[in-house]
């Protein structure tokens, strides 16, 4: 069965068949990832956070060599580099942009001078309408089930979505907790018109993700992530030495000095990308528990369709 998405504003607006977003993941989201989820149909996205301008520049060449379909960056605004990385991005080519971590308002001028499609990451109604009004053409609404960095609000998918898909105009891209068909299925019953994955697309062959924190999740259960550094940068970890210390120091009341210099500059590269599972960060969601195994993308996005398509025919018949 075809899935049922032909006539999608997000499709359109991205040039792409599955309105499925792969998000931009700190060492996880190489060209390798980007490249093998816009060749499957959906939308690939580089994630900049984590590399120096310069790679990111290989990397867009390197994933232009292995797909000819659209391929986007993920900017968080936060880091010293994104400027750089925006420029550089915007040299080699790149149209669609997937900015977060700050206001949209950095960004947006220059990119939609560039004639860039601008999505903006937002965790709150709030925020999602402010990126609409600054000209944002769709926003990815993320709920706290979320993998990475996160709102302090704790609204749920469940809950944003349709909070969002109603107030606003623009496009409306479910994220947070999306791990199969039949959650796609649901955020767009809530009236997204796509969906951001991260975690699910981090455990596949193609993440650069490192064996052991793949490994790992697939062990994990939903029960074993936890969001700690609410008060200064919330993000949610998968259990391990280094996040019962930060939990430990917070509970006792940790400056932000304090935890900052925990948590230093090489946390996530060393667990993500090295491997370190005592002390390293592990960013991963609460659809841990529904990741049982590292498939190639094409195999995940094919299950994710197929899935969808199961689930129509259980509510509709047919
Ligand atoms: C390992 C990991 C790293 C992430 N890094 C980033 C990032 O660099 N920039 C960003 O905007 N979001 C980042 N995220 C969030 C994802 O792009 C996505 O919105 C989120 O994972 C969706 O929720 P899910 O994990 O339940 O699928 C990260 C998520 C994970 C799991």
Known sequence: MTPRWKKNRLCTLLGIDHPIVQGG?????????AAAVSE??????????????????????????????PIGVNLPLLFSSAKESMEVALEEGIKIFFTSAGSPKRAIGP??????????????????????????????????????????????TMVLVPECATALTIPVIAAG?????????????????????????????????????????V?????????????????????????????????????????????GTGRARAGMLEGDMENGE??????AGLINDIPPVAELMTRLLDQYDATLSRLCGG
């Open 177 to 217: 907790g999306i791990a199969t068909g039949s959650q796609i299925a649901a955020a767009l019953a809530l009236g997204a018109e796509g969906v951001q994955i991260g975690s699910r697309f981090a455990i596949t062959l193609e993440s650069s993700g490192h064996a052991r924190f793949k490994a790992a999740v």
């Open 111 to 156: 990119l939609k001078k560039a004639g860039c499609v601008v999505v903006h990451v937002a965790a709150s109604a709030k925020l999602a309408m402010k990126c609409q009004e600054a000209g944002c053409d769709a926003v990815v609404v993320e709920g706290f089930e979320a993998g990475g960095h996160n709102g302090r609000e704790e609204i749920t």
């Open 219 to 263: 062990e994990a259960g939903a029960e074993d992530t936890h969001l700690v550094m609410k008060a200064h940068v919330p993000v949610r970890l998968l259990a391990n030495d280094f996040r019962e210390t930060v939990m430990d120091l917070e509970a006792s009341g940790a400056s932000r000095e304090e935890l900052m210099t925990l948590l």
């Open 25 to 33: 993941m700190v060492y996880n989201s190489g060209a390798k990832l």
């Open 40 to 69: 499957a149909g959906g939308l690939g996205l580089i994630g900049a956070g984590s590399m120096r301008p310069e790679l990111l520049r290989a990397q867009i060449r390197k994933a232009r060599g292995l797909t000819d379909r």
């Open 282 to 287: 592990l960013e991963i969601g609460q659809v």
